[in-house]
């Protein structure tokens, strides 16, 4: 059974930073594309990055260029999103999803199967 698990949400002031974790478990997790997305209250559900199956390729919304990082670890079966300089409008839910989709993939809900449970993401002071 494909599961995927994230972890890292919190609470964080203004300019500061977390990491999130993506576990992947129940298929091979070496051979797909992995997206990170975020839902804020009264909002729709918005890419934020993807990585390619090898992690050479990544794409991240414009929102997020410059201040957040996708990166993963096959030995680990673990994307993780490195956040930086974070700002209020990045409160949301944070969701990763897997996509049987060859990259490159579009960051859209539509190209991605199987998701997370979520993690909640607070920027406030």
């Known amino acids: 059974q494909l599961q995927l698990v994230e972890s890292g949400g919190g609470l964080v002031q203004p300019g500061g930073s977390l990491r999130l974790s993506c576990v992947g478990s129940?298929?091979?997790?070496?051979?797909?594309?992995i997206g990170w997305f975020r839902q804020a209250p009264g909002k729709e559900r918005e890419g934020v990055a993807s990585?390619?199956?090898?992690?050479?390729?990544?794409n991240y919304a414009d929102s997020v260029k410059g201040r957040f990082t996708i990166s993963r670890d096959n030995a680990k079966n673990t994307v993780y999103l490195q956040m930086s300089n974070l700002k209020p409008d990045d409160t949301a839910v944070y969701y990763c999803?897997?996509?049987?989709?060859?990259?490159?993939?579009?960051?859209?809900?539509?190209?991605?199967?199987?998701w997370g449970q979520g993690t909640q993401v607070t920027v406030s002071s």
């Open positions: 990585i390619s199956n090898s992690g050479e390729g990544t």
């Open positions: 129940g298929y091979t997790f070496e051979y797909y594309t």
């Open positions: 999803a897997v996509s049987g989709t060859s990259w490159p993939v579009n960051l859209a809900e539509y190209e991605y199967d199987y």
